[in-house]
C-alpha cells in the first residue's frame, strides 16, 4: 500500500494533466489564452501552494496585512518563475517541491509559536514568505522546464502563464476568505486553531516525504 502511494506521488510529482502535457509538447507560438488558463488551472489544483497560503492568512484578520503578505508571495515566485526558466536554471523539481511542503511545515510551526517556544526567537515573517515564495516560483519554473518550449514569444507566454497563476491564486483566496470569515464568526475557530495547524504541518510533512521518495526512486 505504501509502494503505491509512492509511485502515484512519483506520477503526479509534477502536477501536470495529460490534455496540458500534450499542448506544451505540440505549442509553438504565441497561445495567452492557454497559457493564462494553464497558469489559473495550476494554482486552484495546487494543494501545495494553497496550504501555504492558508498558514500565511490563518492569523491575519485586517486586509491590509492580507495584502502585504500575498504581495510579498507573489513578487518571490514571479521572479523565479520568469528567471528559472529564461535562465533555464536547472534544479531537480523533487526536492525544491520537498522544500515547498516544507515550506507549509514552517507555516503551521509558525502559528503555533513554535519558534518562540523552543527557540526564544521569531523569525521575520515576512521575510519567511518572500523567500518561500522564491522556491514555490521555481517549483512552477521546473514544470514548465520539463518542457522544450519554443523561445520565440516565450517570456509573452511566460508572462500570461504567471497572470493566470495569479488569477488563479485570487480566485482561491476569495473563496477560503469566505470561509475563514464564517468560520471566524465561532469560538471553535480560536479552539480549534492548534488541531488546524498541527495538521497543516502534518500535511506539509507528507507532502515532503512523498516528494523525497520521489526523488529517491528517480535516482
Not at 509502494?3 to 501536470?16: D, E, F, N
Not at 492558508?54 to 518571490?76: K, N, P, W
Not at 523569525?123 to 514555490?136: S, Y
Amino acid at each position: 500500500m505504501l509502494l503505491t502511494l509512492v509511485c502515484i506521488s512519483v506520477a503526479v510529482a509534477h502536477g501536470v494533466d495529460a490534455n496540458t502535457q500534450q499542448f506544451l509538447q505540440a505549442n509553438q507560438g504565441l497561445a495567452i489564452g492557454p497559457f493564462l488558463y494553464i497558469g489559473a488551472k495550476h494554482m486552484v489544483t495546487g494543494y501545495d501552494h494553497l496550504l501555504f497560503l492558508l498558514g500565511v492568512i490563518f492569523f491575519l484578520f485586517r486586509t491590509r496585512d492580507i495584502l502585504i503578505y500575498v504581495s510579498l508571495f507573489t513578487l518571490g515566485h514571479s521572479l523565479t518563475l520568469f528567471f528559472g526558466v529564461l535562465g533555464n536554471i536547472a534544479v531537480n523539481a523533487y526536492l525544491i517541491d520537498a522544500i515547498i511542503g516544507l515550506s507549509v511545515v514552517y507555516k503551521g510551526f509558525d502559528n503555533l509559536g513554535g519558534f518562540q517556544k523552543l527557540f526564544g526567537w521569531q523569525p521575520d515573517t515576512k521575510m519567511a514568505v518572500l523567500v518561500f515564495g522564491l522556491f514555490h516560483g521555481l517549483g512552477l519554473a521546473t514544470k514548465l522546464q520539463d518542457f522544450d518550449l519554443p523561445e520565440h514569444d516565450l517570456w509573452k507566454n511566460l508572462l500570461a502563464f504567471n497572470v493566470g497563476v495569479e488569477l488563479g491564486q485570487f480566485l482561491a483566496l476569495f473563496f477560503i476568505l469566505i470561509l475563514l470569515s464564517f468560520w471566524r464568526r465561532f469560538d471553535s475557530y480560536f479552539s480549534f486553531a492548534v488541531l488546524t495547524n498541527t495538521l497543516l504541518m502534518a500535511a506539509g510533512l507528507v507532502l515532503c516525504g512523498y516528494q523525497m521518495a520521489g526523488y529517491v526512486l528517480t535516482k
